[in-house]
């Protein structure tokens, strides 16, 4: 995850984990909270997903995250 950060151009800081966290929740649609199921699809897109999927996870987070970096 922390390399998916990197491409997207996100830094993690204490203030902005808590949104990060809520873009990630929201790209793979699981309600904000459920954490284990949002991180499974998280591993699901890095481990196997095409390099379409991973790029269109990044351009999102990219997005969605572009008021808290």
């Known amino acids: 995850m ?3 950060l990197k491409t ?4 993690v800081t ?3 984990k808590k949104d990060i966290d ?3 929740h929201k790209i ?6 459920d954490c284990p199921d949002a991180w499974k699809k998280v591993k699901e897109i890095i481990k196997t997903g095409t390099a379409e999927e ?3 996870f ?3 987070l990219k997005k969605e995250a572009s008021g808290t970096t």
């Open 54 to 56: 991973k790029e269109s």
């Open 22 to 24: 809520r873009a990630i």
């Open 28 to 33: 793979t649609g699981i309600n904000y909270k």
């Open 8 to 11: 997207a151009g996100i830094e």
């Open 14 to 16: 204490k203030e902005n």
């Open 58 to 60: 990044i351009l999102k």
């Open 2 to 4: 922390e390399q998916i």
